[in-house]
């Protein structure tokens, strides 16, 4: 099973690539994270943001895998604990399909993306920068799979 992040967004700082990545390279080869980063739409004054959102989202989607499951990143979405977060991990390695969780831009996610989603995962409902999200996600998914394996890394 692999879980791919397809993130808007382009060029991000050292820090967040280098926080990433440390947590990414930890998850086991049977349960991957990958990132899909996605071209931001070009903006203009002008253009209105639904047109930006639509964009974005075609491209997201497009980045889904044939049968793939498909969560996306949503403040309104459900907001789970580490411990629920694991089952979650315990029950997507039980189906064995692919998971793409989807990051949308600076204007969010299109209905398109929100439409498609099983369901909505809300990490905060603090507003985070997008960047960030890369990493809380990564972490967190490393958290829950040192809890299923019983990893000392997470400590009840």
Known sequence: MRILLVAVGTRMPSWVQTG?????????RDCRLELVEIPPAKRARTTPVERLRQAEGERLLA???PGGRVLALDERGLSWSTRELAEQLTHWQRTGKDVALLVGGPDG???ACRERAEGLW???RLTLPHAMVRVIVAEQLYRAW???TRHPYHRD
């Open 20 to 28: 990433y990545e440390e947590y990414a390279k930890r998850l086991p």
């Open 63 to 65: 980045a889904v895998p």
């Open 109 to 111: 996610l299109s209905d």
């Open 122 to 124: 809300s990490l905060s």
């Open 146 to 148: 040192s809890m299923l």
